[in-house]
């Protein structure tokens, strides 16, 4: 195997598949990455067997050489020196090539680096997708989506099926949730596709969160493809395959109480900064409590007692309160992550007393829900 | 007490001395952060006793009120709550007020803190100097001349003396000197002052590190007092008071080789970046060696071999080797440590063969001086 890359394209594609190698990887080969080159360019690939990515390097793209003189082969190499050799290399260009006994020769400029390949062979092989169940979602949704959710999944193994995210498509709806059992976050986008032949599936959150350092800002689209135990997004020279999680998701819908006697309409933003200074005291205690009390005059008194530091106290002027007064503590934690995956200047918040779950919605729609359990302090 | 100030300024003020205050300290008083009101202005105190900072603030500066309605007054306030509950105030000003039971009462817009404070006559008075043997220095070379050296210092209690810098006056020249026995450092500038009563003292590392933090790189000066056991830096509205090390510093200057038997002529910064990609590999070492060879027609052969992982080789163009053929193994953190500190575009380098210290200085001036002692390893 040989070939002339340009180093950019190289760094970037190595930076994509390192965030899948694990260094606490039981299976030594992988915790490698496997670089093959064919005639239509050069493919890096990253696993450590729940997540796999792969990245592609054409030849060409756009007019711009990225690949020269190729010979085509394959090595596996560690991935602990390799993304910072490459980074540190002194050219525009880097030049690998592996000879017979898996020695890997990496030329920049007068750099030159030798180091112990692997063989390819030896590496697994990734499972087959076939593009079936396929649908496009474009790559500044899916990181919304993933945004608003993701945060709020278990981080506990009691329950291993609530560390991930569930996935499912309802009518003319895809929906997805997250929760812990203390808190939850729904979002949910219309979904034309009927042809699907999934309805549910499970998605670690770890390897969401991985994905979404992956794919871009932009409205290109992701193809997303689902199997029996496998999902994969893939995108123009991007390939992420992650396994899903066994298991029924628990029924969330029945969480979400269908009245409520208090609800507060108020700027996202005061209400976050107000919580965000009474968290401050609030964090010596084991769950960050912070109270919230509905005032005369749509004001909202936000508060907080440490009895060792002190106390914080501030008022917040909302645009309404409809309904019952309400005295109700929760984890300001949970209120924080809650309010900066909503997205919108105005936020609805309703509750049915001090001791039921209380949702948090944008005023303008439904489509994002976030619910937080309160905590018994009154 | 009881004041009204601009957030601004107090905000930079908390930052500067809390750089004094450590969490692990044994006098429980320590771990807060004194505040004064006088009719002057607000003087803030951090301690760990080793290191005492005082960070003013005026009423007024340059026909900027930066503080009103001052009663007089003090109190100690938790270092641990007060930087985060100032930074995240909602307003520019922040009102602060201390009833007869300690009991601290912070108000900027609509938020209120309410904190425990405790009794200012507890906190211990810092030792008073006497501006009599004092000096200025410009911040800015100031700054110079602690981060060219202090780097060097041993972080190895072994030694106590070794842990702190040696600043000394000789004829005409003012020094510092930072040697952890392995490697020295060395600056020293022009230094016509020669009323001093002071000859060399020894301040801690770690008080240089954290002045260096609080300093500006301005030409403003900076006012320096040394006392039998303690030294002073003063800026216009900061007081640094660092204690000095007992003992006396060992004597450096014969460790520094007077003749050499190759001399090197390098750009600083093709030797800094083929040395960093050696490093790479040498990290698996426990001393990070990388390998210097001289070879014809002024190349240097820079080398690092781990064996399990591979090999790094790189010819660097000197702009001239006069001498002996030379081969040579060192440190490469050392020798980054060294050429970054250098300060200037080529390096003269000179050794006096493979097993004995070789020196680096800036090829335009002899005011800064690196020494490595190399490694046994041919």
Same sequence: chains 1, 2.
Avoid: W
């Avoid at 390799?82 to 030049?95: A, G, M, Q, S, Y």
């Avoid at 929906?175 to 812990?180: C, H, P």
């Amino acid at each position: 195997m040989k070939f002339i890359i340009q180093r950019e394209p190289l760094m970037e594609s190595v930076q994509n598949v390192i965030k899948a190698i694990s260094s606490r990887t039981t299976i030594p080969i992988l915790s490698g990455i496997k670089i093959e080159a064919t005639n239509n360019g050069i493919k890096l690939t990253g696993s450590d067997s729940d997540i796999s990515i792969e990245s592609f390097i054409p030849i060409e793209e756009n007019g711009i050489v990225y690949v020269e003189q190729i010979e085509t082969g394959s090595v596996v190499l560690q991935a602990k020196y390799f993304p910072e050799i490459i980074r540190k290399l002194p050219d525009k260009t880097v030049e690998l090539e592996v000879d017979e006994k898996l020695k890997v020769t990496i030329r920049s400029g007068s750099a030159e680096f030798s180091l112990n390949g692997q063989d390819a062979e030896e590496y697994p092989m990734l499972p087959q997708i076939h593009n079936e169940d396929s649908f496009d979602l474009p790559s500044d949704m899916l990181k919304d989506l993933i945004r608003q959710t993701a945060f709020a999944i278990s981080t506990l193994e009691t329950r291993p099926i609530l560390t991930g995210v569930n996935v499912k498509a309802i009518d003319n709806n895809l929906y997805f949730v997250a929760t812990d059992s203390h808190r939850l976050a729904s979002r949910q986008i219309p979904f034309e596709n009927q042809t699907l032949g999934f309805s549910s599936v499970v998605i670690p959150g770890k390897s969401l969160n991985e994905l979404n350092k992956i794919i871009g800002d932009t409205q290109e689209n992701v193809n997303i493809c689902i199997m029996q135990n496998q999902i994969m997004f893939q995108t123009k020279n991007v390939y992420f395959l992650s396994r899903l999680l066994d298991g029924n998701y628990p029924e969330t819908s029945r969480l979400i109480p269908e009245q409520s006697k208090t609800i507060v309409y108020v700027s996202t933003n005061d209400l976050l900064r107000a919580i965000d200074r009474a968290s401050l005291l609030a964090k010596e205690n084991k769950n960050n409590v912070v109270k919230l009390v509905t005032k005369p005059n749509n004001q909202l008194e936000v508060s907080s007692n440490s009895p060792e530091i002190g106390r914080v106290l501030e008022e917040v002027t909302a645009k309404h309160i409809n309904g019952e007064e309400l005295k109700i503590s929760f984890s300001s934690k949970y209120m924080l992550d809650a309010l900066k995956a909503i997205d919108s200047d105005q936020v609805k918040i309703e509750f049915t007393g001090a001791m039921r779950p209380f949702i948090i919605r944008p005023t303008e729609n439904d489509q994002i829900l976030q619910l937080i359990l309160p905590v018994r302090t009154y």
